[in-house]
């Protein structure tokens, strides 16, 4: 079955630390994957999408995130965290064949930022 | 440039009342999906709709939902006799033509639907 498994449910790191959110993804077809943010009240951003080319992928915001096929992961980082970083993170995966849209999520982390 | 507009932003409704929500694409996109997140999860797929078309609904309740995307006007996702498990946020996304790889959804801030 397809899913996206985002193991952590919530993560609090300090203001200047280095941040990874882990996404794993279960999919029978050629993947895409994205991160998305979601602030209280908002909808979602995108954050950066990878479907083929470099495995490393720069978002916005300072975000990157790395496709490892052999460990069906898509983790996102962040070298240096902000305190308006502090939101929800999503992880999504789609295919390319015959995409609509229809994206499957992960059920998000939450990030929480102290000073 | 307006992004996705949904309204309300919060509906309450009582068991077995109708729920609309409304949601206007950003200016140019003929494309509209559907997802709900229920509390504690992420979100999921519902209806993928064009200008008087619904193309995928798979996602889709089989009673009580509907949605629509009349050749004027917004889309429209229709609850028909609440109950308290439709409780969720109700969120709209848009893009200009059928979205893939090359395509970003643009989401709109969702529609909060509280049942009592």
């Known amino acids: 079955a397809q899913s996206v498994t985002q193991p952590d449910i919530h993560i609090t790191v300090s203001e200047g630390a280095s941040l990874e959110l882990r996404c794993n993804y279960s999919?029978?077809?050629?993947?895409?994957l994205f991160w998305y943010v979601q602030s209280p009240g908002q909808g979602l951003q995108l954050l950066l999408k990878y479907f083929s080319g470099d495995t490393l992928v720069q978002g916005i915001k300072g975000f990157e995130a790395e496709f490892k096929r052999s460990q069906s992961s898509f983790n996102l980082r962040k070298p240096s965290v902000h305190w308006s970083d502090a939101a929800e993170y999503f992880c999504a995966v789609g295919s390319l064949v015959g995409s609509q849209g229809n994206l499957i999520f992960g059920k998000g982390t939450k990030l929480s930022v102290k000073p | 440039n307006a992004g996705v507009m949904q309204n309300p932003r919060h509906l309450v409704r009582r068991r077995g009342q109708e729920a609309r929500l409304r949601c206007s694409p950003m200016k140019g996109h003929s494309h509209v999906y559907w997802y709900r997140q229920l509390p504690e999860e992420g979100l999921k797929f519902m209806v993928y709709?064009?200008?008087?078309?619904?193309?995928?609904e798979s996602g889709m309740p089989k009673e009580r939902f509907s949605a629509e995307f009349p050749k004027e006007g917004p889309s429209i996702l229709r609850i028909q006799q609440v109950v308290r498990g439709d409780s969720a946020a109700y969120f709209c996304a848009s893009s200009p033509q059928r979205a893939g790889a090359h395509e970003k959804l643009f989401f709109g801030s969702g529609t909060q639907l509280s049942v009592l």
């Open positions: 999919y029978g077809a050629t993947p895409y």
């Open positions: 709709l064009q200008k008087e078309n619904i193309i995928d």
